[in-house]
């Protein structure tokens, strides 16, 4: 098993970030407390306490729920909307991404709240998996990273760095010869995005159920993660918090005491252990929303809950699934039937 889970849920058809942007400061959606609500779903920020990241109120959970009330489905609206009440991970596509970036941070900045960003552009990405692609090269990917930082500026934002970059440089999944320049880049976005005055930065490493935290805690520190805020891990995928937190302080042990943020999007009901395993981390049926998005956590070194993963958004095309990264509209609501919040 690569440990990929299709993490590619970035584009699929969504609304530009400028466009956004301009929408939510035109129409005034995005108060400066942050509280007013989208005209269309009604979507509000949760409290910043608890939880000070941005929701997007134009997401695509946003619009389903919109389009469901209007077809007066009640029920299926109030299923979706736990799904579009909450913080998600914005993933920065190739096309744009200084302006994907301004426009995000800026609608958030002006909600009172912090951006999550997730980049997910390393060269030779996936494996040639469902998520395959990312940068041409390394200077597409510097080039990339650059514009990314000049997007967010001084705002404050959260970036979520290169799921499974890391990891699969340990399991075998990504050739010798492209491991030096990948660990050149992770450390060069580091640095990069760290120079900014209120960014954080979380450096993947995988989750509970790939291998032993003794086998990547020197490629993350080769990777820059001492420089990073942290490092993330269940990104898309299903296991418990319990289990995400127990992976994570190991290998947070083994790397100067770092802390780490989990995403809980998806693993309300624990990882799927039927079918084939090689796919059990796509699109598996009977799965659930985890802990809702909060920085009140249960560990000291767990700095967030985060749904870094959109819930919604396929795996790839498995289990009757559209591609990478585009919504299912089914998929969300089971998502979302199958939560007990």
């Known amino acids: 098993m690569h440990g990929s889970r299709g993490v590619g849920a970035f584009v699929g058809g969504r609304t530009s970030a400028v466009v956004l ?17 989208d005209a269309g779903a009604g979507i509000t920020q949760q409290p910043k306490e ?9 997401g695509n959970a946003a619009r389903q729920v919109a389009r469901l009330a209007e077809d007066g489905k009640k029920e299926q609206a109030d299923q979706i909307r736990k799904i579009a009440q909450q ?32 980049l997910y552009n390393i060269p030779h990405r ?34 979520v760095l290169e799921p499974d970059a890391v990891l699969h440089l340990v399991d075998g999944c990504t050739p010798d010869e492209f491991h030096e320049e990948r660990y050149d880049l992770l450390k060069g976005a580091i640095a990069k995005l760290k120079g900014l005055k209120n960014t954080k930065v979380y450096l993947d490493a995988g989750n509970a159920g790939w291998g032993d935290p003794d086998q990547i805690h020197e490629p993350l520190k080769r990777a820059g993660v001492d420089r990073a805020d942290g490092f993330s891990v269940n990104v898309s995928n299903f296991y418990s918090t319990e289990d995400s937190i127990a992976y994570g302080k190991q290998l947070s042990a083994r790397i100067g005491g770092k802390p780490f943020v989990i995403d809980t999007s998806r693993n309300g009901n624990g990882p799927y252990t039927e079918g084939a395993a090689d796919e059990r981390w796509c699109n598996p049926p009977g799965r659930a929303l985890g802990e809702t998005p909060t920085t009140r956590t249960a560990d000291p070194l767990v700095d967030a809950y985060l749904w870094v993963k959109r819930p919604g958004e396929s795996d790839g095309e498995c289990k009757g699934g559209p591609k990478a990264g585009e919504w299912w509209p089914e998929y969300a609501l089971k998502l979302a039937e199958g939560s007990t919040s």
């Open 21 to 37: 942007g301009a929408a939510l400061l035109v129409t005034g959606c995005s108060s400066s407390d942050g509280d007013g609500p």
């Open 50 to 58: 608890s939880d000070p990241f941005w929701v997007n109120p134009d």
């Open 126 to 159: 996936d494996c040639g998996q469902y998520s395959q692609g990312g940068a041409a090269d390394g200077d597409a990917y510097r080039a990339f990273v650059d514009g990314v930082a000049q997007g967010i500026g001084d705002r404050p934002a959260t970036v």
């Open 87 to 118: 913080p998600v991970g914005e993933w920065i596509s190739p096309e744009n991404p200084e302006e994907q970036a301004r426009g995000f941070t800026e609608a958030a900045d002006e909600a009172g709240r912090t951006a999550l960003l997730v």
